[in-house]
């Protein structure tokens, strides 16, 4: 975070500080403690710290990062070494391959297709059966639930309130499974 509120900006003294006692590598989140998620992440002062001389370390950037051209635009504008995104990452795991793609399309003619609505569903799939492996059933479908209602897969669909909610309720692989299995369904009958 860039300090406790917006009278107490500490990250450039910090930043030096945590340098100097062998830090590697430093993510700075362009907000305060006191806003938490509220209001916009303020890049600048991440800006500042990379153009310090004193600092050597890498410095990766958080804060609002949901799109390609976001992504981008923090590498050119504010001269980060890497990017750290949060939130956006919830129901939409693939952002990544997004935003490597997108970045890429300036070396590579290659540029990969999107996602279909089918592949995008074997990713959410993939990723509740890979979140059960490493935890357990119910911990792995706890967090991924939220993961799923967020999705912007889901975004649009007449009359989801009802699938949403059960597939915040559902206890088991089998029982979520078959509600995303019935969403594709729908999805491909609209």
Known sequence: RLGWDC????????AEQLQ??????LTIHGRTRSQMYTG????????EVKRNPRIHIPI?????????EQAKEAFERYGVDAVMIGRATFGRPWIFREIKSFLDAEKTPEVLPPLSLDEKIDVLLEQLRINVERIDERRGILHTRRHLA???????????????IAMLRAETVQELTDIIENVR???KNR
Request: hydrophobic share 40%.
């Open 7 to 14: 009278n107490n900006i500490i990250i450039h003294t910090l």
């Open 20 to 25: 100097d006692c062998g830090i590697s590598a």
């Open 40 to 47: 916009e992440a303020d890049w600048n002062p991440i800006a």
């Open 60 to 68: 990766i950037g958080n804060g609002d990062i949901s799109t390609p």
């Open 150 to 164: 967020s999705s912007p897969v889901f975004k649009g669909i007449p009359d989801f309130r009802q699938t949403r």
């Open 185 to 187: 369904i729908m999805l």
